[in-house]
């Protein structure tokens, strides 16, 4: 276990890609801090699971991740409570589709607050404690749509190439000092949030499942194979082993080619 007396917390881990990186975390010996929303039962059922499966501390903190000021005290809990953050995975994130001339001002300022400025107010809060102990594993999930776009999709894409940004400026600010800071930017995930899609497009298009998740949904990605969460949770854990110490300010793929076309 590579973990064993370390602290991590993963924003956005009440479902989806965040709860398997909390689970592969905790597996390793951290203790968790789990965040975002979900029915009370929903995510009191995730946080003790990983106690009682891993035998480690879990607590939940329900920050909103537009919120800086619930951010900061997010991470003033797991240092209170758990005297250490040492991994911070920044995964909280959402998506809005519409053409640029129409998109709801309201959708950029959500999706630019989450799925970016989350993460530089997650950090400048944990980076302090990271240096005075020596040792920091920042870790942000982007997207394929780090590296190239799609129609439709500008805040998302906007949000997604900045924070590849800022963790290189990240890592270069603490090299040297123990800690690191990557992006890793999946293709299509199989979560409940793609598989609930399925029967609306079936619909919509007049398509068969097979017909979706190959036409529509893996269109672009060659291997025609949805990335599990716990390929996406695997990676995390690498990017904390001793193994992984010299890649930092790193942005990688496993987007089953996507964005090698
Ligand atoms: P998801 O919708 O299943 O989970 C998102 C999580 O974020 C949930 O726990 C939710 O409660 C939380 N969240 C949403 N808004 C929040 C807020 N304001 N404050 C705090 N928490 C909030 O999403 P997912 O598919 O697991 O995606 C996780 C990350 O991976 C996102 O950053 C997403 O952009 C990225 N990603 C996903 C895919 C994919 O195919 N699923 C592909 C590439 C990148």
Known sequence: MILTSKAAVVTGSTGGIGLAVARGLAKEGADI???GFGSPEAIEKARAGIEAEFGVRAIHSPADMTKPAEIAEMIAMAEKEFGRVDVL??????????PVEDFPV????AILAINLSSAFHTIRAAV?????????????????????ASPFKSAYVAAKHGLVGMTKSVALEVAGQGIT????????????????????????????????????L????????????EQVAAIVTFLCSEAATQITGANLSVDGGWTAQ
């Open 106 to 109: 309201e959708k950029w300022d």
């Open 218 to 229: 893996l269109k672009a990605q060659p291997t025609k194979e949805f990335v599990t969460v």
């Open 33 to 35: 801090v789990l965040n």
């Open 128 to 148: 302090p404690g990271m240096k005075s102990r020596g040792f920091g594993r920042i870790i942000n999930i982007a997207s394929a749509h780090s590296i190239v």
């Open 181 to 216: 800071a990557n992006c890793i930017s999946p293709g299509y995930v199989w979560t409940p949030l793609v598989e609930s899609q399925i029967p609306d497009t079936m619909k919509a298009r007049g398509l068969t499942k097979e017909q979706v998740i190959e036409d529509v």
């Open 89 to 98: 995975v920044n995964n909280a994130g959402i998506q809005f589709v519409s």
